[in-house]
Nanobody, 121 residues
Framework: QVQLVESGGGLVQAGDSLRLSCAAS????????MGWFRQAPGKEREFVAG????????MYKISVKGRFTISRDNAKDTVYLQMNSLKPEDTAVYYC??????????????WGQGTQVTVSS
């Protein structure tokens, strides 16, 4: 099992950047596929980005591709989400997630508590 703690959220203006971090503890971090999800008010939680265990493979929601970058540092047990050119529609609670299976898409098994990102216009 792995425990996940997100940080780095906040209130920014449209066009600004933020970097979210997710620190993991518990079992070996490098054995997990990691992902970022988000949930806006009144909407279902949606996949934003995923990264393979060694960082070689990534996947993005189409609307964030080219603006967001997922990365990981297995030496620090941390996954990041660099968010550039933020838009008001990016406003949501962002969740870090992990799973043992190697497919980036699909369901994840472990979740953090979430961090709020608010983008003002």
């Amino acid at each position: 099992q792995v425990q996940l703690v997100e940080s780095g959220g906040g209130l920014v203006q449209a066009g600004d950047s933020l970097r979210l971090s997710c620190a993991a503890s518990g079992r070996t971090f490098s054995s997990y596929v990691m992902g970022w999800f988000r949930q806006a008010p009144g909407k279902e939680r949606e996949f934003v980005a995923g990264i393979s265990q060694n960082g070689d493979n990534t996947m993005y929601k189409i609307s964030v591709k080219g603006r967001f970058t997922i990365s990981r540092d297995n030496a620090k047990d941390t996954v990041y989400l660099q968010m550039n050119s933020l838009k008001p529609e990016d406003t949501a609670v962002y969740y870090c997630a992990a799973k043992s299976r190697s497919v980036l898409a699909g369901s994840y098994d472990y979740w953090g508590q979430g961090t709020q990102v608010t983008v003002s216009s």
